[in-house]
């Protein structure tokens, strides 16, 4: 009755299923991997951000590497801009897309320790070849508030650390690579300055990260399990149909015994 399946085209169908089905499993821990992931980004950004700001050498030093538990952790700096040492990072957008730059100053603390401070962004100027017009950072004494931000790197960031750019532009925010600018050492990491406000609203503030959208992972990972679920289904009525069609078929091309003769 069913001896179709041992088809060369059953065979194969069957075997794409079978192959199909942990497949689609395996998507759908994928994705629910990511929705926990996300979840826990979401309470570890909302904790840090509601924490109460530190001095920013509490949480790093030197050559220091951000752990990820401290990421956007808020921080504060009390000291000087270096503005002779301002540079700016390529190819930054704007919270409405908008191309542009973000504007990196190194920052001399009181205590001699110098941290990079992302004051904000940009807009380009039109040549790419050209140091923008920066707005002029603070001058004197001056307390900054911010988010703490780990070393930026082409493996985390997908951005490629382009060389031979002009002068006083870089590609990626990264203490390491400034520290060998300036031929001092920097505070690992940087700060994504969220206060004071600028002048003007220049350079724009970055805002803070989203964290209350936890993306929609985890109806991608029901969904590929159901995708999984319906194959099996998706079997048997084929091979159901393709039972009836073949009954079908017999039935029609099977001759009707002779009619009995006295």
Do not use: C
């Not at 942990?22 to 994928?30: A, D, E, N, S």
């Not at 409405?96 to 940009?122: A, C, M, S």
């Not at 001058?139 to 490629?160: E, H, P």
């Amino acid at each position: 009755m069913y001896r179709f399946l041992l088809t060369r085209q059953w065979v194969i169908v069957t075997l794409i299923g079978l192959l199909l089905m942990p497949t689609m499993v395996r998507l759908g821990f994928w994705q629910l991997h990511r929705h926990q992931h996300k979840v826990a980004q979401n309470a570890l950004i909302a904790e840090n951000l509601k924490a109460a700001p530190v001095p920013v050498d509490r949480l790093t030093s030197p050559g220091h590497t951000i752990p990820y538990d401290q990421y956007w952790r808020s921080v504060t700096a009390k000291g000087t801009y270096d503005s002779a040492h301002e540079v700016v990072v390529r190819r930054r957008t704007s919270s409405d897309g908008t191309v542009g730059y973000h504007v990196l100053t190194p920052f001399d603390l009181n205590d001699g320790k110098t941290v990079l401070i992302n004051r904000g962004w940009i807009p380009d100027n039109g040549s790419q070849i050209k140091f923008p017009k920066v707005p002029p950072a603070p001058k004197g004494q001056i307390t900054v508030t911010g988010r703490l931000m780990a070393d930026q790197t082409t493996a985390a960031s997908g951005i490629k650390d382009l060389k031979g750019l002009p002068d006083r532009q870089v590609m990626l925010i990264n203490s390491k690579q400034m520290s060998q600018v300036l031929d001092e050492p920097l505070l690992g990491g940087y700060i994504e300055q969220t206060s004071p406000a600028s002048k003007g609203d220049t350079p724009e503030l970055i805002p803070e990260p989203e964290h209350s959208d936890i993306g929609p992972h985890m109806a991608y990972a029901v969904q590929w399990w159901l995708f999984t679920a319906g194959v099996p289904i998706g079997w048997v009525i084929l091979v159901r149909r393709e039972r009836r069609e073949k009954a079908a078929t017999e039935a029609k091309t099977t001759p009707e015994p002779a009619p009995a003769t006295a």
